[in-house]
């Protein structure tokens, strides 16, 4: 099911203006081409060089407003994930992040916390992605790692019946030739059966090694959904911090940003 933001924003759409085409922006102390928008900040190009890295809290309410006016940053605060329109559960979101839009004291603010929601709200699709697999993963890990496991104290338990043999046969040695050669093929047989359990011993621990980091891989993703989950709910924005977890929908958050450079 899609649903028109226009519609559920009661925005008229052919009210709105239509979408920056330019990356040029004229600041107070320079010029040049918006390459990077993001939580972090603002990054222009200027004559194939990259400067350096502006907060948006440095720049004057004029200013904001032309960066709104270029393509990347409209992109950058207006859309989330790559197909447009929504799902009923992104509607219900797209209105929780308008909500935020308009209680913010400024444009700076506004436009900084939109981008660092959308930053996590990627960052949550890419652990909620992720976890699913490493789980998988982590139980092949853990089945690979119980039966090599299991090889080793089959084998170790080997060495110590073959010990015994060794100490039986060390017994008999006055038997002549025949206690000899028992004793002989009884610590062959020990050597054979110890370098047996030494390779099993190294893959054991190759094998728990790779189980152990897989699992902590997906406990890092797990933990990774709660984290961003509850950073998200301080600001407003609702996603499950526990399974079953869902992938956040594309959104479409234009009416807001459009009716912020009408106004101005």
């Not at 320079?30 to 350096?52: A, F, H, I, Q, W």
């Not at 890295?53 to 989330?80: C, H, V």
């Not at 789980?135 to 119980?146: E, G, I, K, L, R």
Request: aromatic share 4%; net charge negative.
């Amino acid at each position: 099911m899609v649903i028109s933001l226009a519609a559920v924003a009661g925005v008229p759409a052919g009210s709105l203006p239509e979408p920056p085409t330019n990356d040029f922006l004229v600041l107070s102390n320079v010029t040049g081409m918006v390459r990077v928008l993001d939580s972090r900040g603002l990054v222009l190009e200027k004559n194939l060089v990259y400067l350096p890295r502006i907060q948006l809290a440095d720049l004057s309410p004029a200013e904001l407003q032309s960066l709104l006016e270029t393509k990347t940053a409209y992109a950058g605060l207006t859309t989330f994930g790559p197909a447009p329109g929504t799902n009923v559960r992104g509607a219900f979101m797209e209105l929780q992040l308008q909500r935020i839009w308009h209680e913010g004291r400024s444009l700076a603010e506004k436009m900084q916390t939109r981008l660092e929601i959308l930053a996590d709200l990627r960052d949550y699709n890419n652990n909620v992605s992720a976890l699913p697999v490493s789980m998988v993963t982590a139980s092949q890990y853990d089945a690979q790692a119980a039966a090599v496991n299991e090889q080793l104290t089959t084998r170790g338990a080997t060495v110590v019946a073959a010990a015994a043999q060794v100490e039986a046969t060390e017994l008999h040695r006055a038997d002549g030739q025949a206690g000899l050669l028992a004793e002989q093929e009884a610590q062959e047989n020990y050597r054979e059966l110890v370098a047996r359990v030494e390779r099993a011993n190294d893959l054991a621990i190759i094998a728990n090694a790779q189980a152990a980091n897989a699992n902590q891989q997906a406990k890092d993703y797990l933990a990774n959904c709660v984290a961003i989950s509850t950073r998200l709910a301080s600001l407003g924005i609702n996603v499950p911090g526990a399974p079953t977890f869902y992938l956040v929908p594309p959104l479409t958050l234009k009416s807001e940003v459009d009716a912020e450079r009408k106004d101005n």
